[in-house]
């Protein structure tokens, strides 16, 4: 759910800035930053590229996966994703988008490094060489957003380090639902909601719940930045996009996903949603015209994306519609 966490941390940051009465753009600025921050944790999958270099080619593409994968859960929701070193870290990440070459500036920069650097220890100690490697990385994105943000944004210190709170902490509870839940206390052993939650006792269902929620996290992102640039959803939607109601032939066709094995259900449904979005046929009708009053045009960009969006989530309904009522009679 990598993209859900972002986009949601995104989605709330800005709704709350537009509440507080920001200025659009601002709302949308804290928005991405909090986005950038809630993205960070996974940072830590990087290990996992080890699993490639041991992976032979004549395993195929489900063999490189599977080793990937393997070894991804070796250092995979353990430092990145604990809500001390989250609590630890952004304040840090706020000092350093403290702006100026004052001595003062010069200070909070390095006690800001200093922090980081004693979680690298503290990682080193509490759990070995390889999650300090993990948690430099993580220092390291962190570094880079927060300068990043220094450099490009009036936004101020303060206001980096509540965005990359809640980023950082945003970020594990969706794993609750696609994986085996993140270490919350690290490096103290704590345990608090140890087992996953299980949204449906069928695998399959489980796995197309976690997606739905993936897609409502999208969605709500889109929302928000229609909301915060004056766009209309529904102008942006064509009714090319209820082509994906076809896809609920796959659960027919298939073998039901799960969790462990989702690689040909999440491409797939992709592959509908992309071919949706993209390919434009000669009597293409926009859903802003079925609805009895013409709203506004919307950039091409826009159309395509939002399309494709509906169109896999089109296609998700039909494919849960199909497979509940139809493939166990079947």
């Known amino acids: 759910m990598f993209v859900g966490h972002a986009l949601l941390a995104f989605a709330v940051a800005a709704l709350i800035a537009d509440w507080r009465g920001w200025e659009r753009r601002p709302a949308l600025i804290v928005g991405t930053v909090a986005g950038a921050f809630a993205a960070i944790p996974d940072i830590d999958v990087a290990y996992a590229l080890v ?37 630890v870290a952004a304040p840090a990440f706020g000092l350093l988008a403290v702006r100026g070459r004052s001595d003062r500036a010069r200070v909070a920069r390095t006690g800001a490094l200093a922090t980081l650097a004693a979680l690298v220890a503290v990682a080193f100690l509490a759990d070995g060489p390889l999650t300090a490697v993990v948690v430099v990385l993580f ?34 509870w969706g794993d609750l639902v696609t994986g085996s839940p993140p270490d919350w206390f690290f490096p103290f052993d704590l345990p608090v909601l140890e087992s996953r939650v299980v949204l449906h006792p069928d695998p399959t269902l489980h796995l197309l719940g976690a997606f739905a929620i993936e897609l409502a996290a999208i969605w709500l992102a889109v929302a928000v930045v229609c909301r915060l640039t004056d766009r209309a959803i529904l102008a942006s939607v064509d009714r090319r996009a209820g082509v994906g109601v076809a896809y609920g032939l796959a659960a027919l066709a298939v073998a039901p996903p799960t969790l462990d ?16 979005g993209v390919v434009r046929g ?36 039909a494919y849960a519609a199909v497979y509940l009522f139809v493939a166990p009679a079947g």
């Open 139 to 172: 220092a390291a994105s962190g570094v880079l957003v927060a300068r990043g943000v220094a450099r490009r944004t009036t936004l101020s210190p303060s206001t980096v380090a509540v965005a990359a709170l809640w980023g950082l902490w945003s970020h594990p």
């Open 282 to 317: 000669g009597h293409s009708m926009p859903v802003r015209r079925l609805w009895g009053r013409q709203l506004p045009r919307t950039e091409p960009t826009l159309e395509v994306a939002l399309t494709a969006l509906a169109a896999v989530t089109v296609a998700l309904a």
């Open 51 to 87: 699993g490639l270099l041991r992976w032979q080619v004549a395993d195929g593409v489900l063999g490189a996966s599977t080793a990937f994968w393997d070894a991804s859960r070796v250092v995979h929701r353990s430092a990145t994703h604990s809500l001390v070193v989250g609590a």
């Open 261 to 276: 094995v989702s690689y040909h259900f999440v491409f797939s449904i992709l592959g509908v949603g992309l071919c949706c």
